[in-house]
């Protein structure tokens, strides 16, 4: 049975591999319901496989996981029955049109679906193409008849694997428009993306995801502004300065830059306490400090983070 | 520019009975690279052939009898039952199997929640819809011819006429449901088609031949789609004779083999 569940997606310890390959990494995902939740990560983190895995595309190699308070793949028909998704590219039949698209489309949906297929054309503002075959459409177009079949099911869930691609400037506005819409009617919305921009702009909750596995999740602003932070230090002989803040407490990463020294420091620490003791083993070991300057971490950072280190590790 | 979209329960009309087997059938008869070669190998060769016939016979009347007649609707018979019409259920079978595959959209059907199951038995009466009513077309044409163009020679009986279309539309059955699960299977609609034609046309020929082989000749599919036709042999010191119990009994397997193995791969395919 379903339950009215305070979470959309609950996965716990869920993985997916692909022989030695480890795509989703013990992924323990909640997504409250009726947020606008960002699955940000660099491509090759995990993303679509995750989807994949929830939308019962393909199975998971251990976990349990939960879509709209049903067991999956236990109840996988019931609980997909009100979720519409875009995983990777919208495929077609290029010979239909798009209205015979989506009447392919709503037959495998509930009997409604092919109620809605003026109203979903219209919306995405496909209506007057949409007698034309699938094969004469730009990659926009396709884009936004992909987002038409999400919606034939009148769905609870939408879940959208980067949805944006290959939508010009003007569309990629007014999917933001759509998406907010559905949202203000207490809709939940997945959004994964490679686009930081992209997420900030249209999510309220982020998971951050790198190589399987989720590094941070929580609300936009939480992952924004929390209290993991770092100080960035102005200092004479950086060098020098990094042996003397070794084995100071709280430090998550120490980082030689050109002109001292940049620090993250655990959320659980103090900002302020960790700033001052830095400064005074830095003054005891005689490099003159010019600038201490302690600032939160941007979801901006945390990403260039992960990135930057998928860029040296490979 | 609104979203909503009310939850309220809507009737379903009667129109929409059987919808996914009638999107099926769309799939299959918008698409011109299937419906033109099934038009070709069922219409196509009854017409070539009782035109080429025919054309013998009003150039030289002395050495070419007419058109119509018992012995040319045996001919026709043969081309629909055994050989074009085979070929023509193989693609509609093949582009069955595979079309949501090759254009992606097999990932989106899975995805609504929809039994694999359910989506893979659709196939089965949207494709002979696609397919039966060509062969229904091309043996209503050849009956017709075999009257209408008989001169002096014997016609059919109804009993034949009705054995005969019988046999046309369950042959053809078969293979397409054959063509349909190794297509599901295999995944690619031209290694389907070509793995099928071969075996259809020079390697069943080949193994039939091989009398070394003796009863194992008769899980042939040809051998028991022969047996089950109402035609004598083409030639009868040729022929591996079995009971009509046994060419049932092999059709059947062939199909739950095949069926089976494409129902499983559906079933077990990653989306």
């Known amino acids: 049975m379903a339950t009215q569940s305070e979470y959309v997606i609950e996965t716990e310890g869920l993985k997916k591999s692909f022989g030695e390959q480890v795509a989703v990494d013990g992924v323990d995902l909640r997504v409250p319901r009726g947020s606008a939740f960002g699955y940000l990560g660099p491509n090759g983190a995990g993303k679509t496989t995750l989807i994949r895995v929830l939308l019962g595309l393909t199975r998971p190699s251990a976990g349990t996981m939960r879509v709209l308070g049903r067991p999956m793949p236990k109840e996988r028909s019931q609980a997909l029955t009100h979720v519409g998704a875009i995983v990777e590219e919208p495929g077609f039949h290029k010979h239909l049109s798009g209205r015979e698209n989506l009447w392919v489309a709503a037959a495998a949906r509930e009997p409604t679906a092919h109620m809605r297929i003026d109203k979903v054309l219209e919306q995405v503002g496909l209506a007057d193409r949409a007698d034309d075959r699938v094969s004469t459409y730009s990659q926009g177009m396709r884009q936004r008849l992909g987002i038409a079949r999400c919606l034939l099911s009148d769905p609870e869930l939408l879940i959208l694997d980067e949805p944006t691609n290959g939508l010009d400037p003007g569309g990629i506005q007014e999917f933001r428009g759509l998406v907010r819409a559905w949202i203000a009617e207490g809709r939940t919305l997945v959004l994964s993306s490679h686009l930081l921009d992209e997420v900030e702009k249209i999510c309220d909750h982020v998971a951050i995801v790198d190589r399987g596995k989720i590094v941070a999740q929580g609300t936009l602003s939480e992952l924004s502004t929390g209290d993991d932070g770092a100080i960035t230090i102005g200092c004479d002989e950086p060098h020098k300065a990094l042996a003397a803040v070794d084995g100071a407490g709280s430090l998550r990463e120490v980082e030689e830059t050109a002109g001292g020294l940049r620090v993250l420091v655990k959320p659980d620490a103090s900002l302020e306490k960790v700033a001052a003791e830095l400064n005074t083993r830095l003054v005891a070991a005689g490099i003159a400090v010019h600038r201490l300057e302690p600032s939160h971490v941007s979801l901006e950072h945390r990403f260039l983070e992960i990135t930057r280190r998928l860029g040296e590790n490979s | ?271």
Do not use: C
């Open chain 2, 1 to 271: 520019m609104t979203t909503s979209e009310s939850a309220v329960q809507i009737p379903k009309p009667p129109h929409l009975l059987f919808r996914m087997e009638r999107a099926e059938l769309l799939k299959l008869r918008k698409s011109l690279g299937v419906w033109v070669p099934t038009a070709i190998l069922t219409v196509g060769v009854i017409v070539i052939m009782y035109t080429a016939v025919e054309l013998f016979h009003v150039s030289n009347s002395t050495k070419y009898g007419p058109a119509g007649g018992t012995v040319n609707f045996e001919r026709a018979l043969f081309l629909m039952g055994q050989i074009a019409g085979m070929i023509a259920a193989a693609l509609v079978g093949a582009a069955a199997g595979t079309h949501d595959l090759s254009s992606n959209v097999f990932r989106d059907l899975v995805s609504t929640g929809r039994s694999r199951t359910r989506l893979y038995l659709a196939r089965i009466p949207g494709g002979l819809a696609m397919l039966l009513p060509f062969m229904a077309v091309a043996y209503a044409l050849a009956a017709v011819l075999s009257v209408v163009l008989a001169g002096g020679l014997a016609t059919p009986s109804v009993t034949l006429f009705v054995k005969a279309g019988l046999y046309v539309l369950f042959s053809a059955s078969v293979v397409y449901v054959i063509a349909l699960g190794l297509g599901s299977l295999v995944g690619s609609r031209a290694a389907t088609i070509s793995i099928l034609i071969a075996y259809l046309l020079p390697v069943q020929a080949i193994l039939r031949n091989i009398t070394v082989l003796g009863r194992a000749r008769d899980g042939l599919l040809s051998v028991a789609v022969e047996r089950i036709s109402p035609l004598p042999p083409p030639d009868p010191h040729d022929a591996v004779s079995m009971p009509l119990t046994t060419s049932l009994i092999v059709l059947v397997i062939w199909v739950a083999v095949f069926g089976g193995l494409g129902l499983w791969r559906t079933q077990k395919r990653d989306a």
